[in-house]
Each structure stands twice: as structure tokens, then as C-alpha cells.
């Protein structure tokens, strides 16, 4: 078992260190215990934990004549369940494969997200208080990949969020495969409800079947558009699905209880109470029972920083279709953004994996967005 973490080791071997390491969500503490002791060997970091998760800050003095505005850098450390398919690369301990050239690393949270927790790790590592103009803010949490209720990140704003919310500008180090992706679509989660009344199936006439009182609901998600909004200047492309049924007791029993779980990706350009009145208004006449509220977070675009990030890394932004904490960041006043290595698509896959030039490419790019040359005297 893996108990210390080079940070002067090349990003690859970092990233395939942190591959090793369990960490499917619940079961964090083996790998925050290491990264917190590999942070600790930096004096110019100083470190808050709260159980699994921790916030690493510089407060270098001022420079250049003024106060130095903070940037936020923050990735989770926890990975969903290991693959059971039989095959499967993308598992822990991590492997490498040779591909044209190139060198790919397979292993569960290759993409979402140890790859971009070795690049903020590299740089909490080198960046000092003589080799960037900024403050920086690195949060590392537990958690992301679970119920809402159990963020590692929404417990840090809770308990912390005077370390957090004197940012200027944030980073998420979700997958985008090198591109910056701005904002996030809003999530939500409801169970569309029906009562009947339970018959024997053989006398159907004396009951009230709740699984066919679904039947409008259904075709009100068969018959729905996705609209596609733009949000300063990005395209989002909504979603409203059913993504699971439940309902019934026996094969000769008419059910007097149904459920439809259904899932709603709202564009930023509404707020969770604007996206919760409009599948109200659609299903009119059920009962809506929300589980799940997560809101929209605007692209974050319209700021120097954020230019300055895009001249960077010299590609045009694109919309986050997925819900990252760049939502949360958001509502404590953070205009940030997603931007990590690794493809998106693979997150979560059998297969799940990384390459060498991906995880290079991002940290150079940060790093270069960062890095300030320092005068000779």
C-alpha cells in the first residue's frame, strides 16, 4: 500500500501513484492522509483538514505594488466503484499501455479526477511566493461522486468558507479534455408519484391500476423538445428523462402505488426555482416529489482572469453539459471554470484512462497561466 507521495516525480508517475491508491468514495481517508503529508512538507502552504477533505492556501505578501488577487484550484479524491467486467483496465492498481507514441494510463479515476489532482498537486509544489503573481487556494475533498447531502465541498464552505470565499477566480480540474468548459448545466431529481387501488387481477374492474395513471407523465417525456439556450455566448442543451420505474407486488395483483424517477438538466439560464416551476407546470396534476436540487452555474467567461486563461490555453470554450462544483463555487460569489486533462466520455467507463501528453499538456498550460518570470537582479 501506497504510504508517501513524491510531488518532484514527472506528472505521469504522480498521476499513476494516486491511481494506486483505493479511494471509491466513502473510503477516502487512505488518500487524503497521503496528500495532506505530501503538502505538509511545503512551508509556504498552509493546510485546514476536515476529515477527508482540505484546503492548502498560499498568502504570499504583495507584489508589484498591490495586493495579489487569489485564484482557487480544487479537484475530489474520490472515484466511483471499480469495473466488475472481467478485462476491465480501468481498476486499481493502474497499467500502462504504449499507443502511436504515446503512453496511456488505464486505471479507475485516470480522468474523473487523479489526473487533475496530480496537476494541482505539481503545482501547489513549485508554484512559491516568487514564481507566480496570484495567491493560490488548492481544495481537495471527499465525497463528489455520492448524494449531494454528502459533499466534501459543500462541508468546507460549511465549516470553512472564510478560506474559500476571498477567491477571485476558481478552476475545477474536471475532465474536458484539455478545452476550458464554462459553467454547468443545473441538475435535478424528482419522483413523479400515483396511488390506485389493489384488486386481484382477476377482478381488475374493482381496482385502480397506479402503474397505467403514469401513462400522461409518459407521454409528456416522449413528446418533450430539449431546447438548447445560449448563455453568454455558449450553447446548453437541456435534458428531461425518465430514468427509472418502480411499482407493483405480484404478477396477479393490480398495483396500487407507482413511481417515475425523472431526471431534469436545466440550462444556466434559469434558477432552480424557474426549473422547478417548469416540470410542475408540464406534469400538472401529479404529485412531484424533488430529491435532488443542484443549480446551474453561469460559463464564468466574463472576467480578465478568465480571458487570460483561454489565451492560455488557445482554444475556444465550450459548455459543461454535465453538473460539476463549479455550481457551488458559484453561489458563494467564485466566477470559475471547468478545465482538467482526460476525456469526459471515459469517466466512469470499464476502460477508464488518461494520456501521458493530456496530463502534460494541462499542467503545462496552467502552469504557464500561473508562472511569473522573476527579474534578474
Known amino acids: 500500500?501506497?504510504?508517501?507521495?513524491?510531488?518532484?516525480?514527472?506528472?505521469?508517475?504522480?498521476?499513476r501513484t494516486l491511481l494506486?491508491?483505493?479511494?471509491?468514495?466513502?473510503?477516502?481517508?487512505?488518500?487524503?492522509?497521503?496528500?495532506?503529508?505530501?503538502?505538509?512538507?511545503?512551508?509556504?502552504?498552509?493546510?485546514?483538514?476536515?476529515?477527508?477533505a482540505m484546503i492548502a492556501r498560499t498568502e504570499f505578501g504583495p507584489r508589484n505594488g498591490g495586493e495579489r488577487t487569489r485564484i482557487l484550484l480544487a479537484g475530489h479524491l474520490d472515484t466511483v466503484p471499480?469495473?466488475?467486467?472481467?478485462?476491465?483496465?480501468?481498476?486499481?492498481?493502474?497499467?500502462?499501455?504504449?499507443?502511436?507514441?504515446?503512453?496511456?494510463?488505464?486505471?479507475?479515476?485516470?480522468?474523473?479526477?487523479?489526473?487533475g489532482v496530480a496537476v494541482q498537486l505539481k503545482l501547489a509544489a513549485e508554484l512559491?511566493?516568487?514564481?507566480?503573481?496570484?495567491?493560490?487556494?488548492?481544495?481537495?475533498?471527499?465525497?463528489e461522486e455520492v448524494a449531494s447531502e454528502l459533499s466534501g465541498m459543500a462541508r468546507l464552505i460549511r465549516n470553512h468558507g472564510e478560506l474559500l470565499t476571498d477567491a477571485d477566480f476558481g478552476v475545477l480540474l474536471e475532465p474536458t479534455d484539455g478545452t476550458i468548459e464554462g459553467g454547468c448545466n443545473g441538475t435535478m431529481r424528482f419522483y413523479l408519484r400515483t396511488a390506485g387501488l389493489a384488486a386481484h387481477s382477476g377482478r381488475a374492474w374493482k381496482g385502480e391500476n397506479a402503474i397505467h395513471k403514469l401513462a400522461g407523465a409518459l407521454r409528456v417525456l416522449e413528446e418533450y423538445e430539449p431546447q438548447t439556450y445560449e448563455v453568454e455566448g455558449l450553447a446548453y442543451r437541456e435534458g428531461l428523462n425518465a430514468?427509472?420505474?418502480?411499482?407493483?407486488?405480484?404478477?396477479?395483483?393490480?398495483?396500487?402505488?407507482?413511481?417515475?424517477?425523472?431526471?431534469?438538466?436545466?440550462?444556466?439560464?434559469?434558477?432552480?426555482?424557474?426549473?422547478?416551476?417548469?416540470?410542475?407546470?408540464?406534469?400538472d396534476g401529479y404529485e412531484l416529489d424533488?430529491?435532488?436540487?443542484?443549480?446551474?452555474?453561469?460559463?464564468?467567461?466574463?472576467?480578465?482572469?478568465?480571458?487570460?486563461?483561454?489565451?492560455?490555453?488557445?482554444?475556444?470554450?465550450?459548455?459543461?453539459?454535465?453538473?460539476?462544483?463549479?455550481?457551488?463555487l458559484s453561489e458563494?460569489?467564485?466566477?470559475?471554470?471547468?478545465?482538467?486533462?482526460?476525456?469526459?466520455?471515459?469517466?466512469?467507463?470499464?476502460n477508464e484512462h488518461v494520456s501521458f501528453s493530456a496530463l502534460t499538456r494541462c499542467y503545462t498550460d496552467l502552469l504557464f497561466w500561473l508562472h511569473t518570470e522573476v527579474d534578474e537582479d
Open 1 to 15: 500500500m501506497t504510504t508517501s507521495l513524491d510531488l518532484n516525480v514527472s506528472m505521469p508517475e504522480l498521476t
Open 20 to 52: 494506486d491508491i483505493y479511494s471509491v468514495s466513502g473510503e477516502e481517508k487512505t488518500i487524503a492522509d497521503v496528500v495532506y503529508e505530501a503538502l505538509s512538507a511545503y512551508p509556504h502552504l498552509h493546510l485546514t483538514r476536515d476529515g477527508d
Open 82 to 115: 471499480l469495473p466488475t467486467v472481467a478485462g476491465s483496465l480501468g481498476t486499481v492498481p493502474a497499467r500502462i499501455v504504449e499507443d502511436n507514441g504515446d503512453w496511456i494510463l488505464y486505471g479507475r479515476g485516470a480522468t474523473d479526477m487523479k489526473g
Open 128 to 143: 512559491g511566493e516568487h514564481d507566480t503573481d496570484y495567491n493560490l487556494t488548492y481544495v481537495f475533498y471527499d465525497h
Open 243 to 283: 430514468v427509472q420505474v418502480s411499482g407493483g407486488v405480484a404478477g396477479n395483483v393490480i398495483p396500487d402505488a407507482a413511481a417515475l424517477h425523472v431526471n431534469y438538466r436545466f440550462a444556466p439560464n434559469k434558477t432552480l426555482d424557474e426549473a422547478k416551476a417548469h416540470v410542475t407546470e408540464l406534469f
Open 290 to 328: 424533488f430529491v435532488d436540487l443542484s443549480p446551474a452555474a453561469r460559463p464564468g467567461l466574463d472576467t480578465p482572469l478568465a480571458a487570460s486563461l483561454i489565451a492560455a490555453v488557445g482554444q475556444e470554450p465550450k459548455p459543461k453539459y454535465g453538473w460539476t462544483d463549479v455550481a457551488r
Open 332 to 350: 458563494i460569489g467564485i466566477p470559475a471554470v471547468n478545465f482538467g486533462p482526460g476525456d469526459a466520455l471515459l469517466a466512469h467507463t470499464d
